[in-house]
């Protein structure tokens, strides 16, 4: 069935270094994406998100790439702080899938001081 | 401006007793979105409502499983009979628009349901 999934469950980094967590997704009619932050015990929070229409966005200190062709889809956050420390979903708003989310495994980051 | 609420933040009830979650959407927000999350597990679509459109119930995983939407604003997510597989962590988001829109969805804290 559809799914979104991610390269690597963990990612480790020191802090300062940037991070990249990657996602890959198999609905090629998505138009939509987003990348969540969630901290332990509490909801997903909006970190980014990029529409089909467009290959990269940047926020303040993350930018999005979206690589349709080989349906990927990656967050990068710049000079990494302990803050960042969180799991991180990929989403995708299927083209025709109506309002609802179909969301990746996760990736947990760590950074180290 | 306030977020999205959710109560209780915690519940532990024993199989086969009934429980109801509420949820309190961003004023404005003409959808409504119910998730679970199994522990270490991504978000997993439950329903959705868009205004007076009928809802998308796609992701329930059972008939043990509905949720209404009053007046347009506050949900109430029921789960009948409760099992120890509904167990997870019950999350609620709306946005200003839905049906393929691209409008952001905000997340509340959840619920954290325990069925012993």
């Known amino acids: 069935g559809e799914s979104v999934g991610l390269h690597l469950p963990t990612l480790s980094v020191q802090e300062g270094d940037n991070s990249i967590i990657n996602c890959a997704y198999s609905?090629?009619?998505?138009?939509?994406f987003i990348w969540y932050k969630q901290e332990s015990g509490k909801g997903p929070q909006f970190i980014i998100d990029?529409?089909?229409?467009?290959d990269k966005r940047q926020g303040q200190r993350v930018t999005v790439l979206l690589n349709k062709t080989v349906k990927h889809l990656s967050l990068q956050i710049a000079a990494t702080q302990p803050g960042d420390s969180a799991v991180y979903f990929c989403a995708e708003n299927g083209n025709n899938q109506g309002g609802k989310l179909i969301f990746g495994q996760g990736t947990e980051l760590s950074v180290k001081p | 401006g306030a977020g999205v609420s959710q109560s209780p933040s915690n519940k532990v009830t024993e199989k086969g007793k009934d429980v109801e979650l509420r949820c309190d959407p961003i004023?404005?927000?003409?959808?409504l979105y119910w998730y679970r999350q199994s522990l270490g597990q991504g978000l997993e679509f439950l329903i959705y409502?868009?205004?007076?459109?009928?809802?998308?119930k796609s992701g329930l995983p059972s008939d043990r499983f509905s949720a209404e939407r009053t007046g347009g604003s506050v949900s109430t997510l029921t789960i009948q009979r409760t099992q120890q597989e509904d167990s997870a962590v019950y999350l609620c988001?709306?946005?200003?628009?839905?049906?393929?829109?691209?409008?952001?969805?905000?997340f509340g804290p959840g619920t954290r349901l325990t069925v012993l």
């Open positions: 409502f868009q205004g007076n459109s009928a809802p998308d």
């Open positions: 988001a709306s946005s200003l628009a839905g049906r393929g829109s691209t409008d952001t969805q905000y």
């Open positions: 609905n090629s009619a998505s138009d939509y």
């Open positions: 990029i529409r089909s229409n467009m």
């Open positions: 004023s404005g927000h003409t959808a």
